[in-house]
């Protein structure tokens, strides 16, 4: 079965820095898209970024784009999000979610999703 | 950005039927996706393409879309049911994706 397992979160001061990791089994890892999706407290879901099946493409929400960057390691199964520069705002659950499509464009829903990890930002 | 507004809760007996309404710009031209959000949890998805089901979501769970309006239907509700829903579509004029802003279902 599908798992996806986040870690890497934390409390961090406003402009440091921190990387998300998710972990994925149970599918064949190089032929999806994944994508990671954040909640802040109290709050509704934002989509984040995405990474195509390969690895050669990117896709960034405006509120993270130039601070964060999404990354794959196909040998590790693992999906990665390095967050720089990071803001009060960016408090939030972080979720890695898997795209539907295999070996092609993402859907660009989500059709598994990790159990989340939490990041503070706060001085 | 596309806006997708959902109504910010809906009640319901056991038994009966919740309708969850996810209001956008012709959003009947666009593919629509539901998520379940229980307290604590991450989302599991009930509904894709408008009016699909993942395996294992019950046929209790369907969706349906047209003009400016899609509405994700719960039949024959049950206290497990009660749960945050959360639609969302690919925003063609920012391509990214977009939620809607969540409606919490309480079973009375």
């Known amino acids: 079965q599908v798992q996806l397992v986040e870690s890497g979160g934390g409390v961090v001061q406003p402009g440091r820095s921190l990387r998300l990791s998710c972990a994925a089994s149970g599918f064949t890892f190089s032929r999806y898209g994944m994508h990671w999706v954040r909640q802040a407290p109290g709050k509704g879901l934002e989509w984040v970024a995405a990474?195509?099946?390969?690895?050669?493409?990117?896709d960034y929400a405006d509120s993270v784009k130039g601070r964060f960057t999404i990354s794959r390691d196909i040998s590790k199964n693992t999906l990665y999000l390095q967050m720089n520069s990071l803001r009060a705002d960016d408090t939030a659950v972080f979720y890695c979610?898997?795209?539907?499509?295999?070996?092609?464009?993402?859907?660009?829903?989500?059709?598994?999703w990790g159990q989340g990890t939490l990041v503070t930002v706060s001085s | 950005s596309y806006v997708l507004t959902q109504p910010p809760s809906v009640s319901v007996a056991p038994g009966q039927t919740a309708r969850i309404t996810c209001g956008g710009n012709n959003i009947g031209s666009k593919s629509v996706h539901w998520y379940q959000q229980k307290p604590g949890q991450a989302p599991v998805l009930v509904v894709y393409?408008?009016?699909d089901r993942p395996s294992g979501i019950p046929e209790r769970f369907s969706g349906s879309n047209s003009g400016n309006t899609a509405t994700l239907t719960i039949s024959r509700v049950e206290a497990g049911d009660e749960a945050d829903y959360y639609c969302q579509v690919w925003d063609s004029s920012s391509d990214h994706p977009v939620f809607g802003t969540g409606t919490k279902v309480t079973v009375l």
């Open positions: 393409d408008d009016s």
């Open positions: 979610a898997k795209d539907p499509t295999d070996s092609g464009d993402p859907d660009y829903y989500f059709d598994y």
């Open positions: 990474i195509s099946y390969e690895g050669s493409n990117e």
